[in-house]
C-alpha cells in the first residue's frame, strides 16, 4: 500500500477515508482533523486556559502531545484510582510523557486525598467498579478544572467511545443521556466546567497508530476492573459492521449529531441543578452522588478496619 | 513466526502466514480492533512476514465507562 499523499509505502489504512498514509502523512492527516474538530465545534482558542484528564492510555496521551504540537498550551491532571500496578504503570507513562516534554502534571491520588480506591469504592457499594470509576472521574476532574481556573477540561473520548456510548444510550432508549451525548457540554452556572472532546472524528485505532508512530509509551493492558465490561463489548460489536462496511460508526456517530439528537433536545436540562449540601458542586439531589459514594464507601471500610 | 498477544500480554508461534492479513485470518482476530507492529513500526494488511518475525498484534479497545 502506497501513502496517499507521497506514495511512499503506507503504515496504516484508513478505510472510512479510503486513504493509506505513510507515517509523516499520518501524523498531518490525525492534526488537521482535530484542528478541524476543535474549529468546527468552537471547542476553545489558544487563549483558553485548557486541563486534559490523562489516564496513561493512549487516547489522552496522544491527545496530549497532538494539542501541543498544534500549538495549545495544556496542563494534564491524572487521577490515581487505586488499581494496583495498573495504576501505577498507567502513572509511570503519564509522568515520564510529561517530563519529557516539560508539561505541567496535577496528580490526585483517591486513596490519600479522597481516602478511598476504586475497587473499595465498588465492593461498598451496588455499583459496577467501571460506574464507581466513571463517576469519581467526572466529579473529580470537574472539581481540579474549578480549582485550578481553567476555561475548559479536555477529555480524550474518541470516536469508538462515543459511539459505543450512543449504542448503549439507543439500546436503553434513554432521552436524556441521547439529549446530551455532545462534543461539548457547555459550563453551567452550577460550576460544572466546559467540557470538551476534540478526538471524536479520530477512530480508537488511529489515536493507537498515532501513539506508536510518535514514539508514545502508554498503557496497553487492560484495565483488570474493566475486562469485558458492556461499552468495550458494544466497540468490539461496532468494529466488526466497521470492518465490512468502512464509516459506520462515524455515520451513526455524525449522523446521530447532526440529524437524529434535535428530536431528543426537549429532555435537554430538563433537571434542575442544586448545590451539593456537602460539598457545593452540582447535583439533581441534596447530596451529589460522589458524595454519597464517599460516604457508603467510608463507612465499610472503617467497618472492615474496625472489625 | 513469534507473535505477541496482549491483555495479557503472551506470545504465540504462529505457521504458514505470508501476509499480515493471514494472521488476523489464522487468529480470526477483526483488524479493525488491532495494530500490527513490527520493530517498532506500524504493518499494514498487504505486508509479507516471514518465519523470523516477530510481530505485535495490538489490542486498540481500551477503557471502561466514558
Known sequence: MKCRVCRDRAVIQVRRHNANFCAPHFVDHIHRQVEKTIHHYRMFTPDDRLVLGVSGGKDSLALWDILTELGYRVDGVYLHLGIGEYSSDSLRFTQDFAEARDLELKIVDLPTDVGFSVPQAAAATARTACSACGLSKRYLLNQVAGQGDYDVLVMGHNLDDEAATLFGNVLQWNPEYLARQAPVLPADEGGLKRKVKPLIRVAERETAAYAVIRGIEYEVEECPMAAGNTINRYKEWLNALEEQSPGTKANFLFGFLDRGQQAFVEHRGSVELATCAECGQPTTGEVCAFCRLRHQTLVKIGSRAAS | ?66
Do not use: C, H, N, W
Request: charged share 30%; aromatic share 4%.
Open chain 2, 1 to 66: 513466526m513469534k507473535v505477541v498477544l496482549r491483555q495479557p500480554r503472551r506470545e504465540i508461534e504462529v505457521e504458514g502466514a505470508k501476509r499480515v492479513a493471514d494472521l488476523y485470518k489464522q487468529l480470526d482476530l477483526v483488524p479493525e480492533s488491532y495494530l500490527a507492529i513490527r520493530d517498532g513500526e506500524l504493518l499494514t494488511i498487504d505486508m509479507p512476514v516471514g518465519p523470523d518475525d516477530v510481530i505485535e498484534l495490538r489490542p486498540v479497545i481500551s477503557g471502561g465507562s466514558p
